[in-house]
Nanobody, 130 residues
Framework: QEQLVESGGGVVQPGGSLRLSCTVS????????MGWFRQAPGKEREAISC????????YYDDSVKGRFTISRDNAKNTLYLQMDSLKPEDTAMYYC???????????????????????WGQGTQVTVSS
């Protein structure tokens, strides 16, 4: 059974850092495009970053570009999101997602939406507050 499990969320002060992890099981992990999404209270779920199967192709939303770094370790079936210079507006539930059909060429050209991903984790809460 496919399973994505996020970890690493927590409470951090503005300007601080967190590293999220997403461990994947039940998938042929390295065949999938992986992504991170977030959803703040009262808002829609938004894509913030994606990474291709080889790790060499990435996508970032403008809101996190230069502050967040996505990476993956296919040997460990794990996706990461290093979040630096965190702001209060980064407060949200963070989700990882996987899809076997996405093309990073398309993602980089057109962006990506929640409906593009087939498999989802349950989320990990990130709160940025002083």
């Amino acid at each position: 059974q496919e399973q994505l499990v996020e970890s690493g969320g927590g409470v951090v002060q503005p300007g601080g850092s967190l590293r999220l992890s997403c461990t994947v099981s039940g998938l042929t992990y390295d065949d999938y495009v992986m992504g991170w999404f977030r959803q703040a209270p009262g808002k829609e779920r938004e894509a913030i970053s994606c990474i291709g199967w080889g790790g060499g192709s990435t996508y970032y939303d403008d809101s996190v570009k230069g502050r967040f770094t996505i990476s993956r370790d296919n040997a460990k079936n794990t996706l990461y999101l290093q979040m630096d210079s965190l702001k209060p507006e980064d407060t949200a539930m963070y989700y990882c997602a996987a899809d076997p059909l996405l093309s990073m060429t398309t993602v980089r050209a057109l962006g990506v939406a929640e409906s593009d991903f087939m498999y989802w984790g349950q989320g990990t809460q990130v709160t940025v507050s002083s």
